[in-house]
C-alpha cells in the first residue's frame, strides 16, 4: 500500500511540474513575440514619456509573470514599464503606447478592441478564439512554434507602420 501511495504521489508531482513547465515555455515564446514586435513597429514620438508603457489586460499571475520578463528591459532608450489594467475606463483614462489583452472571463473582447483603436494603443493578444475583429496582432502559440496575424488594415487606419520584416514573419496579413 505504500509503495502505491508513493507511485501515486510521484505521478501527481510529475504532472504538476510538466504542466507549470508548459505553461513557463508558453509565456516565454508570447512575451519574446512581444517583445521582438514593438521593436519592429515605428512608434509615434514621444519625447515627454520616460518609459515605453506596455498595458496589460489579464490575470494577476500572469501580470506578475509579465512584470517580471520584461524588468530591465529597454526600448528605444527608455524602460520598458508593464501597467495592470483592470478596467476599460482606465484604459481610456491613461493609454499606453500598447496593450496586451489576455484571456479574462470579464473582459468583452470587442470593446477593449473599440477603445484600443479609439486611442491609439496597439493591440496585441493571445486569445485565440475565432472573432471577425481581431486586435492589430493575434499570436497563436504552440508547442513549438507562434504564428502571428497581422491586422494590416486596422494599423494603417490607426497609422501605424509596420516594418517589412514583421510583414513578412506573419503567418497571415488581413
Same mark, same amino acid.
Request: glycine share 2%; hydrophobic share 35%; with cysteine.
Given at each position: %500500500?505504500?509503495?502505491?501511495?508513493?507511485?501515486?504521489?510521484?505521478?501527481?508531482?510529475?504532472?504538476?511540474?510538466? *504542466?507549470?513547465? !508548459?505553461?513557463?515555455?508558453?509565456?516565454?515564446?508570447?512575451?519574446?513575440?512581444?517583445?521582438?514586435?514593438?521593436?519592429?513597429?515605428?512608434?509615434?514620438?514621444?519625447?515627454?514619456?520616460?518609459?515605453?508603457?506596455?498595458?496589460? %489586460?489579464?490575470? !494577476? !499571475?500572469?501580470?506578475?509573470?509579465?512584470?517580471?520578463?520584461?524588468?530591465?528591459?529597454?526600448?528605444?532608450?527608455? *524602460?520598458?514599464?508593464?501597467?495592470?489594467?483592470?478596467?476599460?475606463?482606465?484604459?481610456?483614462?491613461?493609454?499606453?503606447?500598447?496593450?496586451?489583452?489576455?484571456? /479574462?472571463?470579464?473582459?468583452?473582447?470587442?470593446?477593449?478592441?473599440?477603445?484600443?483603436?479609439?486611442? /491609439?494603443?496597439?493591440?496585441?493578444?493571445?486569445?485565440?478564439?475565432?472573432?471577425?475583429?481581431?486586435?492589430?496582432?493575434?499570436? /497563436?502559440?504552440?508547442?513549438? *512554434?507562434?504564428? %502571428?496575424?497581422?491586422?494590416?488594415?486596422?494599423?494603417?487606419? !490607426?497609422?501605424?507602420?509596420?516594418?517589412?520584416?514583421?510583414?513578412?514573419?506573419?503567418?497571415?496579413?488581413?
Amino acid at each position: %500500500m505504500r509503495k502505491i501511495l508513493h507511485l501515486f504521489v510521484c505521478v501527481v508531482l510529475s504532472l504538476t511540474f510538466t *504542466s507549470a513547465t !508548459q505553461t513557463q515555455k508558453y509565456n516565454e515564446k508570447l512575451f519574446d513575440c512581444i517583445n521582438n514586435v514593438i521593436r519592429l513597429i515605428e512608434w509615434k514620438t514621444q519625447s515627454s514619456a520616460t518609459n515605453f508603457e506596455i498595458g496589460f %489586460m489579464g490575470d !494577476q !499571475q500572469l501580470f506578475t509573470t509579465t512584470q517580471s520578463y520584461f524588468r530591465g528591459k529597454t526600448y528605444l532608450g527608455k *524602460s520598458i514599464k508593464v501597467t495592470h489594467y483592470l478596467t476599460t475606463d482606465q484604459l481610456k483614462k491613461t493609454p499606453p503606447m500598447a496593450v496586451y489583452i489576455g484571456k /479574462h472571463k470579464d473582459h468583452n473582447y470587442d470593446v477593449l478592441t473599440k477603445v484600443c483603436s479609439e486611442k /491609439h494603443i496597439f493591440s496585441i493578444s493571445d486569445d485565440q478564439t475565432k472573432r471577425n475583429d481581431i486586435p492589430l496582432i493575434l499570436f /497563436h502559440v504552440h508547442d513549438d *512554434s507562434v504564428d %502571428m496575424i497581422v491586422n494590416k488594415t486596422e494599423a494603417e487606419k !490607426q497609422s501605424f507602420k509596420l516594418s517589412y520584416h514583421l510583414l513578412r514573419a506573419a503567418k497571415e496579413i488581413r
